[in-house]
């Protein structure tokens, strides 16, 4: 049995400077030929999975007919046919993930504050302002997640 592999890794990294707020970035990696790109939206890193699937698809029609566009967009279509349902699945799950451990730290976070509150402070009051900003700041991360997870699943339900 003949079987041909075309393989990505995605990383998503977070980043926040000094009065910026946090932005999100990615970096694909092609396992097969380590090539890799940075991305800001996942438009880019499907582009780059597009190319090395099409470069596979040719590679693995090399011997036969001359491939023609429409044969490498049928099989393209079908693949990508086969992997769409997976990858719509498995990207909510990483959201719902990511949302609830955003969920747990805000609990923690809570509790921490609370207990704090019933302590003597240790802490001066330009600490405690920081940490309340702070608090703050995550709570309003984890609300915009969750409406854009809320959005996405509108979005898919509408497909």
Same mark, same amino acid.
């Given at each position: 049995?003949?079987q ?6 995605l ?5 926040? +400077? ?5 932005r ?32 596979a ?5 090399a +011997? ?41 730290? +805000? ?28 608090i ?8 915009a ?6 959005h ?5 339900r509408?497909?």
């Open positions: 049995m003949n041909d592999v075309v393989s990505f890794v990383r998503f990294i977070r980043e926040e +400077g000094a009065g910026q707020p946090a999100w970035r990615g970096v694909i990696k092609h396992v097969q030929s380590d090539h890799t790109a940075d991305f800001a939206r996942f438009d880019d890193a499907l582009a780059f999975m597009q190319d090395h699937v099409n470069e698809i040719r590679q693995a029609f +011997g036969d007919e001359p491939l023609s566009p429409e044969r490498i967009f049928a099989e393209t279509a079908r693949l990508w046919g086969e992997m769409a349902p997976r990858y719509t699945d498995i990207m909510l799950q990483s959201m719902e993930i990511m949302l609830e451990q955003g969920r747990r730290m +805000g609990e923690t976070m809570a509790d921490s504050l609370a207990r704090s509150a019933a302590a003597p402070p240790q802490t001066s009051p330009d600490q405690q302002a920081q940490l309340i900003s702070i703050e700041r995550l709570a309003n991360q984890v609300e997640l969750s409406a854009k997870v809320e996405l699943e509108d979005r898919l509408d497909e």
